[in-house]
């Protein structure tokens, strides 16, 4: 009995033993979380991650103006916050630094969405769900956005991202070739007919050696055409396309019948360069670097040039596509208020957004700050001389543009059709069955 | 004694067995992730899994911690001796908690703690209802936790991913390293579950040697008292002889030897016949008294100290309370007053027939009814217990007859409905007294 009586005594011992260490361990992990996460509470600061340089590759000044004066003005309004960045993270390096900080769960508060990740991002739950905070917030009203820039930050029906600036597509014109020409400079309501047949007048042999030296378009592509006739390729949700439509084909043929304008020969830039092509899609943020002195001694130098808007299809009108630089709020991140405060400074302050007129090369994504006086003056101060481009055009544009769609295949999908679409182009594929082919590969591509 | 040892030796093991093997996967998670940043593939690890991982400390914390507070319930549970049932319930619906919140902690990337909770729950099951509830809460938790079947839902990140930022030959140890902690584990289970039922094995070997033990005290017990029963029969059947030898006899051989005197006396001279006649008569009524006397004796104590309404109801109460069941009894005959006799008599079949009620017809409802109908009173005893088809005359209804036919009364008795008593006896109500 004493024997028996002391082994249940050393069972006992044992398991308290393993219930003491299990405690002591617990207690060791509870301290060392509480010791980590204890800050300091005086300062609040608010991460905020961004890129240097241009969303769309052209050359800018200083790149942090507008950021650092939006940080300022948010910091005297909201005293004991600081809002702190890395500076000198390039565009390129940014996905990998973003994905790097999110894998060691220090994202920003607030940051810059790198292109084609807005997607990913939102659908990993890096992205805060913002409209519970447009809803509460009855400062903020989504109508003063353009809506193309602004439903590029929305998924599936909710919003994870504002836009900051955008960019929309303009038709850069070589004036000088067209003067030469004897061709008026179209204006902002032409349509593929006009475009087609100036390309046709000035496509030629100019100095005589029976080599074509003179073209009418580079760059111009089937992604253009079907923006401006108005065709929708894919659903909200990305999950059906619509390649099959009759419109698609007309445009299909256009593009055709512009090709064939060329008679074989490939455009490259080198032409454009050297003022021998008529017209060229442009980013407005080119128009706007290349346009004003100093930039604009650099690159076309030798002929006189501006822009228009891109020429409408018979059931479009002058669309263009917008690229849109978004940011997001994290959703880990401790401030989520003071998050969506700075949010709201940079994408939706006046003050920011003018200023992005004067120090950023997009467009601003408030309707009122593109419709200021303001903005008219500046772009008249960047473009000395008669310039088609004025404030009611830019408007229009905006007010009219395609948001691209944002949905994880969709360059994927993009570059595929793409090819089928140059096949077409080149004859190798008929027309009707090739695109309605094209939907169906399309279609079970983007249900993987 | 001595499996118990080794029990809980193979419990110690398996807790030390899956802390080693929780900070495998943890660190190898943790590593992991810091080397996907460290060589820049951090973007194109999110584009491969499309989850965002939690944070490396975070999955530290939360699966040690959950790992560890596990393990306490476990000890818990096994050191608490206490008979409440839904203490250990409860305790291991805390542990199945920690399981399931440790296992998503390392991306359902091991599964063996559910081993733990399986052994806990086997170890305090009891009962076949248990058995089932136990099963399908086992194929539960392994559907929770195993990544092949919900991981994929519940945006977990696979372990080959993690390891597929290693080379291939670090590779090859942590997985070899990971399922030799599977491996291990396993036996270790599959040991202490075969303990677990050689132990309970030996209790039910314990339990039916004590069982036959009992069976065998019960017979001797139920020997004992039949033996009792013959021995007080022996002695209340001595105690009569006795006393019909000291009073009746007594007094019969005194009035034989006075009339055997008085018939030789008779002649010489009738009148000390007739004092002697007188003095027999004495005798005689002496002996009256002594057998009533004696008689008296045998009577009820009940119905010695309170009259026969009070006695049926305090013997009815009684029985209520020690049998637990409904009685109703109905008297219409007021005042319930008869010669002893009489009385006896209507008591002993009340008390017969109720004794039968409980002890053959398992009835938990009894009534009682008492009437008079011209100089019969009628008793009628119903139950609503199993009655019987065929009713037997037993010991009990043979003499409750004798009883009743020594006062000229009838007894008719039917099992078909319950069981039904009536018996009936003719009052000389001419003799009561008041």
């Known amino acids: 009995m004493e024997r028996e009586g002391r082994k249940q005594k050393n069972k006992q011992l044992a398991l308290g033993i393993v219930i003491f260490i299990t405690t002591s361990l617990l207690l060791l992990i509870g301290a060392t979380t509480i010791s980590q996460n204890q800050k300091d509470d005086k300062v609040t600061v608010l991460h905020f991650g961004m890129f240097a340089g241009s969303y769309w590759d052209v050359p800018t000044g200083n790149c942090y103006q507008v950021i650092d004066d939006a940080i300022q003005r948010f910091e005297e309004s909201h005293s004991n916050v600081k809002i702190e960045y890395v500076s000198g993270i390039l565009k390129d390096d940014y996905s990998e630094w973003l994905a790097e900080q999110v894998l060691l769960g220090k994202e920003p508060d607030v940051f810059m969405i790198p292109a084609g990740e807005f997607d990913m991002l939102a659908s990993v739950g890096v992205l805060k769900d913002l409209d519970d905070f447009i809803k509460k917030d009855s400062s903020f009203h989504e109508d003063a956005y353009y809506s193309a820039a602004y439903n590029y930050g929305s998924i599936r029906q909710r919003q994870y991202a504002l836009p900051y600036e955008t960019v929309p597509t303009l038709m850069f014109v070589n004036k000088t070739l067209l003067e030469k020409e004897g061709i008026a400079m179209p204006d902002t309501n032409w349509n593929w007919q006009d475009f087609l047949d100036i390309c046709r007048q000035v496509t030629k042999d100019t100095n005589g050696d029976g080599v074509t030296d003179q073209f009418g378009y580079y760059d111009y592509g089937w992604k253009n055409a079907v923006i401006s006739n108005g065709i929708r390729l894919f659903d909200d949700n990305g999950e059906n396309t619509f390649f099959g439509d009759e419109k698609v084909e007309a445009t299909v043929r256009f593009v055709k019948e512009l090709t064939d304008v060329n008679q074989g020969f490939t455009v490259t830039s080198k032409e454009f360069d050297e003022g021998k092509v008529a017209f060229r899609p442009l980013d407005f943020s080119e128009y706007k670097t290349y346009k004003p002195y100093p930039w604009r001694i650099k690159k076309y130098s030798n002929f006189e040039w501006d822009c228009v808007t891109m020429p409408a299809g018979p059931s479009g009108k002058n669309q263009s596509e917008v690229s849109t630089l978004l940011i997001g709020v994290g959703s880990r991140t401790n401030y989520e208020e003071l998050a969506w405060e700075f949010i709201k400074t940079l994408c939706y302050e006046e003050e920011t957004q003018k200023q992005i007129l004067k120090d950023s090369q997009g467009l601003p994504v408030i309707r009122e700050v593109v419709q200021s006086s303001e903005f008219q003056e500046l772009l008249q101060m960047d473009a000395p001389g008669t310039s088609k481009i004025n404030m009611s055009v830019i408007d229009q544009v905006m007010e009219e543009a395609v948001a691209t769609p944002n949905f994880r295949q969709y360059s994927s999908v993009m570059s595929e059709a793409d090819r089928e679409i140059s096949r077409i182009l080149n004859g190798e594929v008929s027309m009707d069955n090739g695109l309605l082919k094209l939907q169906r590969e399309m279609n079970s591509l983007l249900k993987q | ?434």
């Open chain 2, 1 to 434: 004694m001595n499996k118990e040892n080794v029990i809980i030796k193979l419990q110690i093991a398996m807790y030390l067995l899956n802390f080693a093997a929780v900070c495998l996967v943890t660190g190898t998670m943790i590593f992991s992730i810091f080397e996907t940043v460290d060589s820049m593939n951090a973007s194109s690890f999110l584009e491969s899994v499309y989850v965002r991982p939690w944070k490396p400390e975070m999955i530290s914390v939360t699966a040690l911690a959950c790992y560890l507070l596990l393990v306490l319930c476990s000890s818990i549970n096994y050191l608490w001796k206490t008979k409440k049932r839904e203490i250990h319930f409860l305790i291991i619906v805390v542990e199945i908690v920690f399981c399931i919140s440790a296992t998503v902690a390392m991306n359902m990337n091991y599964d063996g703690l559910v081993l733990l909770i399986v052994a806990d729950m086997i170890r305090e099951q009891k009962g076949n209802m248990q058995k089932i509830v136990l099963g399908v809460a086992i194929i539960g938790l392994y559907t929770i936790v195993d990544y092949n079947l919900l991981g994929n839902y519940f945006g977990m990140i696979p372990w080959d991913t993690f390891l597929s930022n290693f080379n291939t030959s670090f590779q090859a140890i942590l997985k070899g390293v990971k399922s030799i902690f599977t491996s291990i584990n396993l036996v270790l289970f599959i040991l202490y579950m075969a303990m677990l039922l050689q132990r309970e094995h030996n209790e039910r070997e314990q339990i039916q040697i004590l069982n036959s033990q009992l069976k065998f005290a019960n017979l001797k017990l139920k020997a004992y008292a039949i033996a009792a029963e013959k021995n007080a029969e022996t002695k209340e059947r001595n105690r009569l002889a006795r006393e019909i030898h000291d009073t009746l006899g007594h007094a019969l051989t005194g009035i034989v030897a006075g009339i055997d005197a008085c018939i030789t006396m008779i002649d010489i001279s009738p009148e000390a016949t007739k004092k002697q006649l007188e003095k027999i008569g004495n005798v005689a009524r002496q002996g009256i008294t002594d057998v009533r006397r004696s008689v008296s004796k045998l009577r009820p104590d009940a119905l010695e100290k309170m009259d026969l309404e009070k006695a049926i109801s305090k013997m009815m109460e009684e029985l209520k309370n020690t049998a637990n069941i409904d009685i109703v009894f109905k008297n219409q005959v007021h005042p319930l007053k008869f010669l002893e006799d009489e009385e006896e008599v209507i008591y002993r079949v009340v008390q017969e027939a109720t004794t039968n009620s409980v002890r053959h017809g398992h009835a938990d409802k009894i009534s009682i009814e008492i009437s008079k109908k011209e100089e019969w009173l009628t008793i009628i005893v119903k139950d609503n217990g199993l009655g019987c088809k065929e009713v037997e005359e037993g010991f009990g209804l043979k003499h409750m007859k004798e009883r009743l036919e020594l006062l000229n009364g009838r007894l008719e008795y039917d099992g078909q409905d319950g069981f039904f008593i009536k018996a009936s006896i003719p009052i000389r109500w001419g003799e009561e007294f008041n």
